[in-house]
């Protein structure tokens, strides 16, 4: 069996390392997977968790768990923090988060955890190697981070980044209780630094995903494809902070704004108009939108403005904020004196991710005012 390395170990890495693990014809399986993690506390303990027998993550997709404990059972999954393993890969799969910061309101990009990633793979794997980046990344990063980073690397050993594999093909995962299928029966899109590497990198995903039903997109290049990850994830949190401000005005005059949407979306083309909420949460729509302005700025040296962008940034980071405070004028006592319970801590339903949710914002302000707040999830 061919082997296949998933670096990172979140909640899409490890995922990915099951779908990978029950790849393959009548329960027989065709890759050896190992995940790698950090060795810090929270790296092994999912290194812990997977190696006896345990998903690291709270799911309730009974898929998910099955199949995982089908890999562990069929003994082609298994969890270090031992990148020297990196070194027997045929593939390696990249799940290393990518942080944002800001400084004085402009988006920096943290390249440091996953520069060292690659770093890492560029002084361990053997020549031939196909290396897949599956972390959302700004746009230009393989081309401008990646191969870079990997050529000082190889050069070291006596080798050449055109020995090597390289594909940006970037995930859908949506945990939740289709969590797995949001890998295996998804739609995937990717590309090749190279025609090779994109032929490779088709072969191992026709093995993972379900393409008859489920066909692949490629596209003309990395930049390409890790530009389609950003733009859709900024589109969904630009519809999102739209109807926000629609919010506002609904509240204002006393009309219902979820009826208004039903009606809104029986029309097809507008089929996927959003609903009022109290803002967005999740790892991916919080910072993707700041990834564009943040690559045309750092990777390409382009001075370009992205005013929708931007602003959907703000509008939904407020939002928290509004609900807050029409909360307060709706309450007939001193909101010393309230006890509030906050249905819903995760940003989505049946998931155990709360990575900024919007509830969080919520909650601190409302002990800052000194109610008695109460959590239910």
């Not at 290396?131 to 990997?150: A, D, S, Y």
């Not at 191992?204 to 393409?211: E, G």
């Not at 943040?294 to 407020?318: E, G, H, I, T, Y």
Request: proline share 4%; glycine share 6%; hydrophobic share 40%.
């Amino acid at each position: 069996m061919n082997k296949v390395c998933v670096v990172g170990l979140g909640f899409v890495g490890s995922a990915m390392a099951t779908a990978i693990a029950i790849a393959g014809k009548k329960n027989k399986p065709i890759y050896e997977v190992v995940g790698i993690d950090l060795e810090n506390d929270q790296g092994i303990k999912r290194i812990n968790s997977i190696n006896k027998g345990i998903f690291p993550f709270s799911t309730e997709d009974k898929n998910l768990l099955s199949s995982f404990l089908r890999a562990i059972k069929q003994g082609n999954l298994k969890a270090t923090t031992n990148n020297s393993i990196l070194s027997e890969a045929d593939i390696i799969v990249v799940d290393i988060q990518l942080d944002i910061s800001y400084l004085d309101d402009e988006p920096q990009l943290e390249f440091n955890q996953f520069k060292t990633a690659i770093r890492d793979i560029g002084s361990l794997a053997k020549p031939g190697t196909l290396i897949i980046i599956e972390t959302t990344v700004p746009p230009g990063t393989c081309e401008k981070i990646v191969i870079p980073t990997l050529q000082q690397e190889l050069v070291k050993r006596d080798l050449s980044v055109n020995e090597f594999l390289i594909a940006h093909s970037y995930e859908r995962v949506m945990p939740g209780k289709d969590y797995l299928a949001s890998i295996t029966d998804y739609w995937r899109v990717f590309s090749g630094y190279n025609e090779e590497s994109g032929d490779a990198c088709e072969d191992f995903l026709k093995n993972v995903v379900n393409v008859v039903d489920y066909p692949l997109t490629r596209l003309s290049s990395t930049t390409a494809s890790e530009t389609a990850k950003v733009l859709e994830n900024t589109y969904r949190a630009t519809n999102i902070a739209f109807i926000e401000e629609w919010t506002k005005f609904a509240e204002e005059i006393g009309i219902d704004l979820f009826e208004i949407t039903d009606a809104i979306r029986i029309r097809p083309t507008h089929s996927n108009i959003r609903i009022p909420g109290i803002g967005v949460g999740g790892y991916c729509l919080t910072k993707d939108p700041t990834f564009a302005p943040a690559s045309a700025k750092q990777l390409f040296n382009k001075d370009l403005d992205f005013p929708f962008s931007r602003l959907a940034v703000k509008v939904n980071n407020d939002m928290p904020l509004h609900v807050l405070s029409r909360f307060v004028s709706l309450l007939d006592k001193d909101i010393k004196a309230s006890r509030v319970l906050i249905c819903g801590v995760s940003y989505r339903q049946d998931i155990g991710d709360t990575r900024y949710s919007p509830s969080e914002l919520l909650v601190s302000k409302l002990i800052e005012l000194g109610a008695e707040v109460v959590c239910h999830d």
